[in-house]
Each structure stands twice: as C-alpha cells, then as structure tokens.
C-alpha cells in the first residue's frame, strides 16, 4: 500500500468539511421558500465538489481519483434529492469536460454514489433521524465497493493497476471520513431541532403571556414592577410605560396599600401569598382584584423576583354585595314579620319555608309545615275550597280571606285573615300565604296565659338545664334540670350569679358572651363550670332575649364531647410514645414562634445515639423505654414556655423562644448531667442514654429560621461523630457478654478457637486484614444467638422441628447486628455464611463450595471440632480422635477438604489443640 495514496486521499478529503459549513450557511440565508433554499444547498455543494475534483491524486493522465463519493453519497443522505441532482448535473460535467480514460468510471462513480446515498436516506429517515455510525458504515462500504467496482471499466491491465493501488485505501479510509462526516452534520442537525424548539417555546411562551386571561405581574425585592403583561394593562388601563419601574403600592386604594406594605414582607419570607386588594383603575375607578403571588428564587436560593397572577373580581363583589344585602333585607323581614308567613311550590302546594311567628303562633313545629302540601294541614278550610282560584294566580295577583278560622296546635280558635300572593322564582311559581291574627284582644289575652303555663311546664320538666336571667347575669327562673347540672337548689341558685358556676378559666368568655347576649339579643358559647361538689365539667349554653330584661338561657352537659375532642387535639399534636409534641405540632410552632418579640431564639436538636443498634439487636420494646426515658430527661430541663418534639424516629428539637446562645447552652448541659446520673443506676453501659446535642440561636430579624436550624442539625452531627465510636464499643461488649450467657458459651471457648483458626490462617498464608477478621469471626460468630429465646438455647433435650427453624435464625440476625455497626460491618457476611455446608445444604442461603467465605468455612471446622469435644446439655463430649474422625468423614460434604486436611496436621502434631 502506497504511503503517499494516503496522504493525498487524506488531503482532499479535508474539503469535505466546507459540507457542514454548507449545512450551516442554508439556515442562516433570509430565504422563507424550502425549495429556493434546496436549490442554493445543491450549488454550493456542487462548487465544492468541484473543488474536490480538481485537486485529485492523479493516478496517469485522465485518470485522477478524488472523495467525490463521499460528498455525494453524503448529500444524498442529508440534504435529499433536489440538491443531490443539482450536485450530480454540476460533477458530471465537470468530469465530461476533464476527459480522458477515467470518464466513463468517473461518471458511474457519481452516480452510483447519488444512488446508493438516496436509498439509504429512504430507508433510514422514515424511521430514525439519529442514524449511529455503523449504518454510515455501511454505506460507506457499499458506495465504495461500487465505486472500486467502477474500476473494471477502465481498459487492461490499468484497472488492475489502480485496484492494486487505491483499493485499501479506499476502503479504509474513505468510510472513516464518511463517519465523521455525518457525525457532524448529525451533531448541527440536532443542534439546529434544538434551537428551533427553543425559539418556538419562546415563542409560544410569549404568546401565552401576552394572551392569558388573568393578569400577571412581577415585583422585585422592593415591591416594584419588573414585568406585567397585556391583560393587566388591560384591567387598569395603564400603558406598560407608566407601570414599569413604579411601586405596586402607586396602584392600590389607601387601605389596601397599608395592607400591602404590612404583607409584602411576610410573602417575601412565606414564599406563597393570597389575598383580595383593591387597585385604582386609570380612570380613578376602584377595582376588586384578587391576587395570588409565588417568589421566584435564583439558583443559590436567594430572592429574584415575585410571580403574582390577579384577577378581576369588581363584578362578582358587587353581585355578592348586592345579594348578600338583598338576602338580608328578606331574611329580616321574614324572620320579624308580625304576620305569620309560608312559602308553598304553586303547582305541588307543597310548603318549603314558614316563619318564627307563625310557629310561635300556631304551636306548631318547623317539621309540621315543611315538606308537607298545604292543603294536607287542615288548617286553611275557605283556602282549600279555592284551591282553583288559588292556583290561577297570576304573577303579581293575590286572593284574601278576610274571615277564617284556624286551629292551634292546642286546639284554641283564631279569626285570621289569609292574603295569597303569587310570584316566580327563576321558571317556578311560587305562592306566599300571610296568616294574620284578629281575634280580639281578649281572646288573645286569654290564650297567653294558657300558653304560659305550657310554657312553664315545659321549662320545668325539660331534659336540658333552662334558667331566666336578668341583664346582670342573676338567676330569676330556674328548672329541675339547671339544678341537678350544678348541683346547687333551686332556691340557692335564685341567689346567685351565672358567673358564680364559671370556672376561672372560662370566666372571660362568659363575660364577653353575656354582654354579647346584651347587645344581639342572642348568645351561643361553650363555658366550663363547676358543680357545687367542686367537680368540673362543660356546658353548651344558648340564649334569647325574651323582654327588656329578662333572657332564656338552655344549658345541657358537653363534657364527655369536650373531653374526647381534647383526647383529639392532643394526639393530632403529640407523639403517641413519648408523650412530647410530634413534628407536625413542631413545624407550626416554628412559623408561630419565628417572630421578633421572641428573639433571641435558640434551637436545640437532639440524637440518641445507637438506638437503632439496641432495637436492631435487644428489639424495639427495648429502644422505647429508652426513647421514653430520654423524652423525661429532655423535658425535665425545660420551663413552660419551650417546645420539645420528637422529630424522627430517634431525633428530638427543642425551641427556646427569648433565650440567648449561653443559657440554651446551660440546658444542653443540665440535660446531659441528668443523664449521667441516670446512667449511673443502669448497670448494663448497653442501656445507657447516651444523646448527641446541637444548639443555634437567631439573634436578627432577618436571619433565616432553616439556617439556623440546619445550624443546630450540624452541630449536633460533628457532636456524634465523637461519640459514636465509644457508644458503639459499650453496647458491643454487653452484646458480647450477653451472647456468652444466654449461649452458655465461655471466654475459654472463644480463646481455643481463636486459636485454632489463627493457626489454620497462617497455614492457609492469609493476610493480616483477613487474619484480625478472622480472630474477630472466631470470637462473635454465634453473636446473632442474642435474638434465640432461652427456652431453645438452654433445652436439654434435642430440638424440634419448630424449634430448629428459630434456632437456624441466628446467622441472619448476628449479620443484621454486625451490618448495623461499623466495627463488625467487616465480618457480617462471614457470620451469615458460618453454618453454610459444603455441598449446599448448609443455612441460611444453601451456598456451596468456593461460594462460602473462607472465614466461614475455617470457622465451621474449628467450631464443630470445639463443640464436639466439650460437654453439651444433652450429651457428653467426644474424645479428640473421635471428633477428628467425624471431621474428616464430613470432609467435602459439610467441611471444606483443603480446610479439613490443613486442620488434621494442625491436630495430628500439634500438643496445644485442647483435648
């Protein structure tokens, strides 16, 4: 292979690169019409296929090769058909005015190329854009197969010659440069979707703001306007020259601007606002508006600008005010017509409404009136007997009876007269029947004192408590119900006051709902009293003014209401196991608390340290007594006014409202005296309460609450870091002391396989990494029997089924306690495979062979040896032969050969293995 065909191939195939300058140049021609631009891609195109093809390596007179095909097969695959033709045109020309020998291959080159290039593009561009470098590859080969093939047209021997020549090369080097090609025209073609899709969603953007149907608007850090957008304009009829730059305040009535600049502040800290303002229109009109507003913060977190959405609602306010007034207008009217009023569906005759005085006249209940038809009542004789006339009633009209009767619920005769009016509501019609009394004035005299001694005796025999008070509050009229609530006589009660059963605590609600009952006539509260034998309980008391001075008061008994919604409030507020705030309570009380007036404001956040370790190896009943006793601690120290929550699963906060650095730091240190001193009556260090403590305060205003917090949160982690290690170690040595007893395991058991396994390691040439974790494995490898009850680990009889299910758990627990601590994190996989066999039928897993761990499998050995050679609850130790010989037996069935062979010599020369 020639070295300088190369170097010339190379050379012309650097002009290839103007392709995606041609690429780049099509999108930035000021041409709208696809076509026109297809057309200059073809020409541009052409002039540098052109200059390829005059700078070739001539290979003889007339016979001059060049990267032509690739430039063409290349635009065929990118640019499509039109500039491909334009490009063939321009390059088969050019070859018919160069001539000579290598014409005709020349030209079947150029075609050829143009050909294969199109197919490629029609059968890769319907389904990827994203062609990858092995289909240009492809098509590289095939363009350039043709294209040797080409070759044959040339006269004999020189087509023999120029294959021999330009072959590798061509097929080397020319589907490389293909590659890379269309690697960068695919780079700028995705490159140029990108920006298209950009400038389209910016577009789409734009319109979308400018279009929107709400106002929007952004605020700087000062309140005033960056951006608004067409429809705010809109609203208020400004132009964007006169609102950019001005403050919002400018735009807001005189009461809605003071809200404004009391708000603006907390939005700025809260992040989120929602509220209704009035702002002036342009004209001088004011304009209800709602607004709702969002911040807009940069990258590091900090304040860039506000996004406020407002919405005109003059409309609706005033068609709410107007309903609302003309809602209350009728509500009056109805409820304080001396007439007795009804509201019948014309068509049903049913009765939808009735007023206070007709109930009051009639005695009649709401129940007896509503949903039933009139006509059912037999009340209204005459009305009925013109139930046609009635029913004709046009809008507007009315029919009186001037002279009926009617029966109370008491069965007393009225004279009334009865006015029917006809009206519509929407496409209903509706009918109002006004009842008035006329029955003289004796007859209603008499009627009243009938309807008082009813009266009376409903009072006294009612199952709720029913007093009459006078303006002062004094008891005048009391029921057998009022009394046996208090406890105190009826005649004790008529000489006291309704504040004398108040307790203290809902002594200034009563005042102010008396006084209210003063005012309106009207009284609904909630009060705790107390009854005479000093017990407290709550009463729902309700009142009406009856005369000037005298006022119907209706008590019953809430307390058990009262007190299973207090149960409520406290568990939605406390953590069910410590009895301190939960975290919900916690983070409200951070927005509550987070004030100037309580500033100093200091933080402390609390860890207990190695709970998951106790609950992971002791259980959870364990770490929450713990959890439960550090909770007494924590709240020991604290006066009334802190707010200590469990925060996490063994995480505490506390807040200090008005409390320096330095007397939050006295707390944190009476906190972990108490725990020292506690410490010191739990003998098992395992148990020890052992707390990790940070503590931040907020000293301005401004000062960010979650920085301070993260402050505290940080501090009290490097305070773990420190201690972790040695709480760690204590509750490892009880674990250790633990497994040794519940196991019946002794310190002599750990020290001869100990030193079994170190004698098998050097054998073995271990490291002295896998040498410390063996002695480590070797001394804790039965550590998961802490989790086994002792009815199973101290049975003297052989196990049952059931009970060999529990007692084969102990491999999977010892690895949950060793992965939960850093300083057996190393051995934890070797103590899950320890009783794992060589044939597979081993525990947990049922691993094989090469798959145990060494360290298990040299454990395996010399636990089973030590086992077999000690006394057992049920039964007696084997003599030091015999166990051998049943190690060896169990060779490559439970034991690992190589490991049973290194451990026979150890016991067949050795004196110091224990008999």
């Known amino acids: 292979m020639n070295q300088s065909v190369f170097i010339a191939l190379v050379n012309n195939a650097a002009l290839l690169l103007a392709l995606a300058v041609v690429y780049e ?29 005059k700078i070739p390596l001539a290979l003889q007179p007339g016979l001059m090769i060049d990267t032509r095909s690739i430039l063409i097969s290349t635009s ?3 640019f499509g058909p039109v500039p491909t033709g334009i490009t063939v045109i321009f390059a088969a020309a050019f070859r018919l005015y160069s001539g000579g020998i290598g014409t005709i291959p020349g030209l079947g080159i ?48 020189e087509s023999i010659s120029v294959l021999r020549d330009i072959g590798i090369p061509v097929l080397i080097i020319y589907p490389v440069v293909s590659i890379l090609l269309c690697l960068l025209l695919l780079r700028q073609q995705e490159v140029r979707a990108y920006q298209l899709q950009l400038k389209q969603s910016e577009e789409r953007f734009q319109m979308l703001f400018n279009h929107a149907p709400m106002g929007y608007q952004s605020l700087d850090a000062d309140g005033c306007f960056l951006n608004v957008n067409q429809q705010w304009l809109d609203i ?71 996004h406020c959405i407002l919405q005109d609602i003059t409309e609706l306010k005033m068609k709410e005010e107007a309903l609302t007034n003309s809602e209350l207008k009728y509500h009056r009217l109805f409820e304080t017509m001396k007439d007795g009023v009804l509201i019948v569906e014309a068509d049903s005759g049913l009765i939808t409404d009735v007023n206070p005085y007709l109930l009051q ?43 009926s009767g009617f029966f109370t619920l008491s069965g007393a005769y009225r004279n009334v007269e009865i006015v029917v009016s006809a009206y519509y509501v929407k496409d209903q019609k509706m009918l109002q029947v006004n009842i008035r009394d006329t029955t003289d004035r004796k007859q209603i005299e008499t009627a009243l004192i009938e309807s008082q001694k009813k009266y009376s005796s409903y009072i006294e025999n009612a199952p709720d408590g029913i007093v009459v008070i006078d303006e002062r509050g004094r008891f005048l009229e009391v029921n057998r119900a009022a009394s046996g609530m208090t406890g105190y006589s009826r005649e004790q009660m008529l000489n006291m006051h309704f504040n004398d059963i ?134 020991a120290e604290l006066d009334d006014e802190a707010v200590a929550a469990r925060t996490g699963g063994d995480e505490f906060d506390i807040l200090l409202p008005r409390t320096e650095f330095d007397a939050a730091s006295k707390v944190v240190e009476e906190i972990r005296k108490t725990c020292n001193t506690y410490n010191k009556g739990i003998e098992n260090e395992a148990f020890h309460i052992n707390l ?36 760690h170690s204590a509750i490892l040595e009880s674990i250790k002391a633990t497994m040794l007893e519940k196991s019946h395991e002794t310190e002599a058991h750990a020290e001869r396989l100990v030193a079994m396994s170190r004698k098998i390691g050097k054998r073995l040439k271990l490291n002295q990494s896998d040498m410390d974790h063996l002695v480590l494995l070797a001394t804790l490898h039965d550590i998961g029997k802490v989790g086994i009850p002792d009815n199973i680990l101290n049975k003297p009889d052989r196990l049952s089924e059931d009970e060999w299910i529990e007692m084969r758990k102990h491999p999977e627990i010892g690895y949950r306690i060793a992965v939960s601590s850093a300083d057996l994190a190393s051995i934890a996989e070797y103590i899950l495979c320890h009783h794992e066999r060589w044939d597979g039928n081993g525990y947990p897993q049922q691993i094989s062979g090469s798959d145990i761990p060494l360290l298990s499998r040299i454990i395996s050995v010399v636990d089973a040896y030590d086992a077999m050679t000690q006394d057992r609850p049920y039964r007696k130790a084997m003599d030091q032969q015999a166990s051998i010989r049943e190690i060896v037996q169990n060779a490559g069935t439970q034991f690992d050969p190589h490991v049973v062979s290194i451990f026979t010599e150890i016991a ?4 110091s293995i224990p008999m």
Not at 374 to 391: N, T
Request: glycine share 6%; proline share 2%.
């Open 25 to 53: 140049l099509t999108y930035l021609l000021p041409v709208r019409s696809d076509k026109i631009r297809q057309v200059i891609s073809g020409i541009l195109i052409s002039i540098i296929c052109i200059l390829i093809m």
């Open 76 to 78: 065929a695959l990118f």
């Open 110 to 157: 150029i075609v050829t190329s143009a050909l294969i290039g199109s197919a490629w593009r029609l059968i890769l561009y319907p389904k990827s854009k994203k062609w990858n470098w092995l289909n240009v590859y492809i098509m590289s080969l095939a363009v350039h197969a043709s294209m040797l093939i080409c070759m044959f047209m040339l006269p004999y021997p």
């Open 236 to 306: 208020l009829g400004y132009t964007s020259e006169e609102v950019i730059g001005r403050w919002f305040g400018d735009f807001l009535s005189s009461d809605s601007r003071e809200l404004f600049q009391r708000q603006f502040p907390v939005f700025k800290a809260r992040g989120y606002a929602q509220t209704e303002l009035i702002l002036i229109h342009k004209s001088g009109r004011q304009m209800y508006i709602s607004f709702e507003g969002k911040i807009g913060y940069d990258l590091d977190g900090a304040f860039q600008q506000t």
């Open 361 to 403: 006249f009639s005695g009649y209940s709401d129940d007896f009136f509503v949903g039933r038809k009139i006509w059912d009542l037999g009340l209204f004789q005459e009305m009925s007997a013109s139930r046609i006339e009635v029913y004709l009633l046009k809008d507007g009209q009315h029919l009186s009876f001037d002279d």
């Open 502 to 635: 108040i307790h203290r605590e809902s002594i200034c609600r009563s005042k102010s709902s008396l006084n209210k009952l003063l005012r309106t006539g009207i009284m609904n509260t909630e009060l705790k009293y107390t009854k005479k034998n000093g017990i407290e309980r709550w009463m729902a008391a309700d009142a009406i003014k009856l005369t000037k001075n005298r006022y119907l008061c209706f008590s019953r008994n809430i307390t058990e209401r009262k007190r299973a919604e207090e149960e409520l409030l406290y568990l939605s507020n406390h953590d069910y196991l410590t009895g301190l705030y939960n975290r919900r309570f916690y983070e409200h009380e951070i927005k509550r608390i987070d004030t100037c007036d309580n500033l100093p404001l200091s933080v402390i956040t609390c860890d207990i340290n190695g709970l998951k370790f106790i609950n992971e190896i002791f259980g959870e009943k364990e770490g929450d007594r713990i959890l439960i006793q550090a909770a007494r601690i924590i709240r």
């Open 692 to 727: 990790s403590l940070g503590i931040a305060t907020k000293i301005r205003p401004e000062e960010d609450i979650g920085r301070i917090l993260k402050r505290a949160g940080d501090q009290m982690y490097q305070s773990k870091l420190l201690v972790k290690k040695s709480s």
């Open 908 to 911: 067949g020369c050795s004196d």
